[in-house]
């Protein structure tokens, strides 16, 4: 796979696509999860989507699905691969 031909847009919807199953999975509409958050149905929709929104929101769901654990060890993995690579200078 070409990383270099993924766009913004591809991780967002991708990233909409995979709340959208978790509210499904979870047999929550969009304006049960939106209250449970206190999020505007819109929000939710617009993740969803992957149109606009903020980090805060998307973070907000994953923590409501259990899920910000497992994106914060990701994150630190990331960090700590960066944490071994050696300068060349």
């Known amino acids: 796979m070409d990383f270099s031909n993924i766009r913004v847009s591809d991780v967002k919807?991708?990233?909409?696509?995979l709340i959208k199953k978790m509210r499904a999975n979870r047999k929550l509409t969009q304006v049960e999860l939106a209250k449970r958050l206190n999020?505007?149905?819109?929000?939710?929709?617009?993740?969803?989507?992957?149109?606009?929104f903020t980090i805060d929101s998307c973070l907000l769901v994953f923590q409501h699905f259990d899920e910000i654990e497992s994106f914060n060890a990701y994150?630190?993995?990331k960090i700590d691969d960066y944490n071994e690579m050696k300068s060349i200078y």
């Open 39 to 52: 999020l505007s149905r819109i929000t939710i929709q617009n993740i969803e989507r992957g149109n606009n």
């Open 75 to 77: 994150i630190k993995s």
């Open 13 to 17: 919807i991708e990233i909409g696509t």
